[in-house]
């Protein structure tokens, strides 16, 4: 089996075939007591200085485990699963093809992990975003589950992200959109406009709005218009509508264009109500040119906030194995990746990742 890549429209084949490389994985996954091993992979930004808190956050993750208040893991009686089993790698913004897969081949594979934790709070939609697509669908190509909190997620192809393979911490394009819904609602405000930059999702964006306003029966909503801005004239559609409430989907750098434009043709001021997503607040520094009374959806990506969420990853981790492992359906099955491999021995998928 060969893994290859074509990234960002150019096409650059990435091949691991070598058999002298080692990518396969072999690693025992019994422990000295006779138990079983879990061994999960864990991705966060690159850091000079953060390296121990992240060590932290895993240690005290793992440790809590045990001492729960609520329902009791029972599967800690027959696998062992301490901080030494989450295998830890950091990754820069953009990184190459070759890093990805040395990352998923070359470090996780070799210890056969369970699931793999992608854990970024980049807000570059861009090449960080492509990135985590590419790293994503290899993960599920080969069958690894993947617990991300990625602050960029709204950039992904929804189809991508809602595999059974992927389950998204952080909040989505479909939970910002309902958010910001939810705000017309309270005001009473029944018409509005999408307004969207050519950012990544910004298809999905626009398509996760209509399908919420679908759902909705208790209060109507008109989309007046739907406006990719290219250009300031693009605007100009608004202008020649009845539109006064705005939903914006762009980068912060972008909405600061976008709403300057907005403000020399007047859609700006107390006639007007624009609502935007993370994308735009990113870290809550205001910009000049965001009209006063501007309205957004935010959520923490600082990255004290990204190593709360490692304890969060691991503990959904963790009751994932117990759900999985109670199943009658489920008995006599591995929970390890033994075999699986990103060369032309073992397999090429695993069997199990779905279940």
């Known amino acids: 089996m060969r893994v290859g890549l074509c990234l960002l429209g150019v096409v650059l084949c990435i091949t691991a075939v070598h058999r002298a490389s080692g990518w396969r994985s ?45 329902q009791k893991l029972t599967f800690l009686k027959d ?65 690894i589950p993947v617990i991300s909190w990625n602050a960029d997620n709204s950039g992904l192809e929804r189809r991508a992200s809602q595999s059974t393979l992927q389950l998204q911490l952080a909040p989505g394009i479909e939970h910002q959109s309902a958010a910001m819904l939810s705000i017309l609602e309270r005001y009473k405000w029944h018409q509005f406009s999408v307004v969207t930059s050519q950012i990544a999702g910004h298809d999905d964006f626009v398509q996760a709005v209509r399908e919420r306003v679908a759902q909705m029966d208790h209060f109507k909503f008109t989309i007046l218009n739907s406006i990719i801005v290219t250009r300031p004239s693009d605007l100009m559609e608004l202008v020649n509508s009845e539109a006064r409430v705005m939903l914006l989907y762009a980068t912060k750098s972008e909405a600061i264009d976008i709403l300057h434009a907005a403000g020399d043709l007047k859609l700006t001021g107390e006639n007007y109500a624009w609502a935007v997503t993370q994308s735009v607040i990113e870290n809550t ?43 009658p359906g489920n008995h006599g099955r591995k929970l390890n990746t033994h075999l699986l491999s990103c060369e032309n021995e073992g397999k090429a998928r695993w069997d199990h990742g779905e279940m």
């Open 285 to 327: 520094q205001t910009h000049p040119q965001f009209p006063v009374g501007m309205l957004g959806v935010h959520f923490d990506t600082s990255s004290g906030q990204l190593v709360n969420e490692i304890a969060t990853a691991v503990k959904v981790f963790a009751y994932g194995v117990e759900y999985y492992l109670n199943e």
């Open 79 to 143: 696998y062992v699963f301490q901080p030494a089993n989450i295998h830890f790698d950091m990754m820069s913004l953009t990184p190459s093809p070759t890093a990805i897969l040395n990352t998923l081949c070359k470090q996780f594979l070799q210890v056969n992990v369970s699931a793999i934790l992608y854990m970024m709070n980049y807000e570059q939609y861009g090449r960080s975003t492509a990135s985590a697509q590419y790293f994503l669908q290899l993960a599920g190509y080969l069958g």
């Open 26 to 70: 072999g690693t025992s996954t019994k422990s000295s007591g006779g138990k079983n091993e879990l061994n999960i992979g864990l991705i966060a930004p690159h850091t000079n200085f953060g390296k121990r808190e992240y060590l932290r956050a895993v240690n005290s993750a793992v440790l809590a485990l045990s001492k729960t208040r609520g």
